[in-house]
Structure formats: C-alpha cells, structure tokens
C-alpha cells in the first residue's frame, strides 16, 4: 500500500460517519453506547491499517537493503578475484605467442565465490534483467576459466611425467603430439582469457550504475 491513504481514509470516515449519525441519530444512552463501539471499532480498522502498512513497508525497505547488499558483495567478490588474476595470469595470457603452450601451472579453486554460490536466488530479487544475466554469465565464464586452468595444469604434469618416465620406442612422436596438445589447448585458455575480460568490464559498469540508482534506505 503506497502512501498517502490517510487523508482519503479520514474523509471516507467522516463521511460515513455523518450518513449514519443522519440516518439514525443518539437518542438514547444505548444508541450513545453503539456510536462509541462504532467509532472505536473504526479507529482499531484505521490503526491496523496503519500498522501493516508501516510493516509493509519495512519489509520493502529490508529487501531493498539486502539485494542492494547483495550487489555491492558480488562486486566485490569479482573485483578481488579480477585483481588477483589480473596481477599473475591474465599479463602472461596476453603476452603469449599463438601457438605456444602456456606453461605455468596456475592452482585454482571451485570454491572462489563464495558469496555467488551461497546467494545465487538473491540474484532474482535484482530489478535488472541486463545485470541479473551479467551476473550468471561472469560466474558462468569465470567457472569455465577455471576448468579449463584445471585442465592446463593435467596436461603440464602429464608432459612433464612423460617426458620423465616414457621410453618407449615411439617416446619422441607420443611427446610431441602431446606437446601440440598443450599448445592447442592453450589456446582455449586466451579465448576464455578474452571472454572473462569483457564480461568482468562489462559487470563492473552495470553494477556501479545500478547501485547508484538504487541508494540505501
């Protein structure tokens, strides 16, 4: 209920309450007993009414509070994770070579977002369509990012037991096919490398304005 009911209500009470007296005037101490209760009873129905909508919008401030919250800790969340992997991969993606395999083994975890992974159904209280798809397509891509450093880092150890281990007759062409392997997939690392970039950018922006349109109540 938005504000502003209060005059209408009141002049509806006044109004009802000069139909009734004229339809049927005090006359006697019972119909003075009646008028009282009638009043109180009206009073009780204005102040209840009062009350839920005070609640009511309480609640709607509460929730405001929390999905903006929840906004600033997703931003929050990304910016750190941004920061870290900008500092240590993201310059070595951009600087290598096509066709080069990326040897670093990066140590990465699915248990980075913590906060995306134990609010997800926050994300549709957001009233933004756009960030609300800017928000599961970052965690999306960022999750196959670091799937696919996983599978980066396999192959490195792979090659590495290979080159240490293997012996066989066939040693030189099993290593270099395995090393075109690397090469290949590193490749897949700077396509996500661009893809994350653009979407982080992308979500930093929306967030931003979104919060700015949307201050703390």
Known sequence: MKGGWQAPLAVLVVVVFFAAFGAKPMQSAADIAAWVQGVGSLLAIIAAIGIYT?????????????????????????????DGYNAEIHPALLALPDGQPFNVV?????????????????????DDPELRRIIVKTYSLARGLISTFQLNNSLLAE???????????????????????????????KERDRWITEVVGALFVRTNQWLATHPAH
């Open 54 to 82: 005070k609640q009511y919008k309480d609640k709607q401030a509460d929730d405001a509070n929390e999905t903006r919250a929840f906004v600033e800790a997703i931003r929050e969340e990304v910016q750190a994770a941004w």
């Open 106 to 126: 990066y140590p990465v975890s699915t248990e980075t977002f913590p906060i995306y992974q134990n609010g997800a159904s926050m994300v549709g209280k957001i």
């Open 159 to 189: 090659h590495k037991q290979l080159s240490l281990l293997y012996f066989q007759p066939n040693r030189d062409a099993v290593l270099e096919a395995h090393a075109r392997a690397v090469c290949d997939y590193a490749a897949k690392l």
